[in-house]
């Protein structure tokens, strides 16, 4: 495995009264069963995508066909896209940083500064678009892409779109797919039953993957690893996403923690801590239950929330979430910090202190009686990052098992979209 998983420090015998006691983590663990067995029958029946995806390989060379030419035709990628059309994006783009030769930018908001800004600094003669929207009508990225579309063909003539835009949206009839068929422009097939917030190892992931130049076979090899060896472990304690799952649904349910804290101790997974919060929230938030995911970034957080998470309302469960650094990175100058009667510092590497701050968040929590889960990455690469995603995908599956919702639909989001269309209808007269 490429990660480990630690839940001790949520037990009673850590944190007294805040923790599960051994047989409350026992029962809710029996009770993660029958979503294992539902997700072993899914797998063996091919009916899920979201456990088929890593094992594809089939849809890779279309998305490399796709990826090579805006490749060599670019300096710059924008994607276009919001929730799970950009999160996925976000996450994987985090590998590698935005020094990138096509650099990406991925554009998720529709503030009009934002947009106006972006259009800008971009040199459309050496710009491309990636469009990614599922149902191929969400207002923004349609926005979007019309003020990017028109800018494009003004600079560059409409022959030239055909080789600078990628769309990714569901095989149907949408606004989307009509602008591609009019423009010519090449589609990539969103699959209808993944969701967006589960659709990063997909071709919504795949594609900004190898823009990026990353290796998306070893994200699914990754995340497949991570899926056999929960769905094959020989009992639910074993599968390190039940585990999480009756770890977190027990706290939420038995005492009442509506908060979860995802602290990740690494830069490059801060934009997965966004992708995890959309992916909790919005698969569990239903008939009153879920509890409301934080994104935490350590070290920073420590000296803007850690006051709040030690001393204020015992109402959250705690995820640390580490990759290894001790003994890496830049060495702090040993005779500076002897001078600065800085003696502890003195010839230690950052990774060093972040490694130790990390830890000591961690033990902090637990002795102030705060249920505290740890993950620990060995190395951050595209497999323990599809590990990790699989691993959190899982987790949400089983933990809506749990609550007894349904995991993959966001009916309470609708409501807000129809109402913004009527205002604009009404403005328009
Ligand atoms: O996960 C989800 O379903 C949402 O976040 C969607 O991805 C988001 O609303 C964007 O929708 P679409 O991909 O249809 O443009």
Redesign the pocket.
């Known amino acids: 495995m490429s990660y480990s998983q630690e839940t001790e420090t949520c037990l009673a015998t850590a944190v007294g009264a805040a923790g599960l006691s051994a047989a409350e983590l026992s029962e809710d663990l029996a009770r993660t069963a029958p979503a294992l067995a539902r997700l072993r029958a899914a797998r063996a029946a091919g009916s899920l995508p979201h456990l088929t995806i890593a094992a594809r390989r089939d849809d890779l060379p279309a998305i490399e066909a796709a990826a090579a030419r805006l490749r060599a035709a670019c300096d710059e990628v924008v994607l276009l ?5 950009s999160l996925g994006a976000r996450t994987l783009q985090a590998l590698v940083g935005t020094d990138t030769t096509p650099r990406l930018q991925v554009l998720e908001n529709v503030d009009p500064v934002t947009v106006e800004r972006l259009l800008a600094g971009l040199d459309l003669a050496r710009a491309g678009l990636v469009v ?4 191929g009508s ?1 207002p923004e ?1 349609l926005s979007q892409f019309l003020i990017l579309l028109a800018a494009m063909e003004a600079a560059l003539g409409r022959a030239a779109l055909a080789e600078r835009i990628v769309v990714v949206t569901e095989p149907k009839d949408s606004p989307l797919t009509r602008l591609a068929r009019e423009y010519g422009l090449s589609c990539l097939d969103h699959d209808p039953d993944l ?3 589960y659709s990063v190892l997909s071709v919504v992931g795949a594609l900004p993957a190898r823009i990026l130049g990353l290796d998306v076979e070893k994200l699914r090899a990754g995340a497949q690893a991570t899926l056999d060896a929960a769905l094959d472990a020989a009992e639910p304690r074993e599968a390190a996403p039940a585990l999480g799952a009756a770890v977190a649904v027990g706290l939420a349910e038995r005492r009442r923690l509506p908060m979860s804290v995802l602290l990740a101790y690494c830069d490059r997974l801060d934009p997965f801590v966004l992708w995890y919060r ?1 992916l909790w929230a ?1 698969s569990l938030g239903k008939d009153g239950k879920g509890t409301t995911p934080v994104k935490a970034l350590g070290t920073v957080d420590q000296h803007s929330q850690l006051q709040l998470y030690l001393a204020g309302p015992a109402d959250k469960a705690y995820t640390v979430l580490t990759v290894e650094a001790a003994g890496q990175g830049p060495e702090i100058p040993a005779a500076l910090a002897a001078e600065a009667g800085l003696g502890y510092l003195a010839g230690r590497r950052l990774g060093d202190l972040f490694a130790a701050a990390g830890r000591a968040t961690a033990e902090t929590l637990v002795a102030e009686k705060r249920p505290v889960r740890r993950i620990h990455l060995a190395k951050l690469d595209e497999e323990s990052l599809g590990a990790l995603l699989m691993h959190f995908m899982l987790e949400t599956i089983i933990a809506a098992d749990l609550l007894g919702v349904a995991p993959f639909d ?1 009916p309470a989001v609708e409501a807000g979209k129809r109402l913004t269309r009527s205002y604009l209808e009404e403005a328009a007269g």
């Not at 896209?81 to 059309?85: K, L, Q, V, W």
């Not at 990614?132 to 149902?135: A, I």
């Open positions: 896209g919001t929730g799970g059309s990614v929207s599922k149902s969400t990225t969701g967006g917030r959309q919005e966001q």
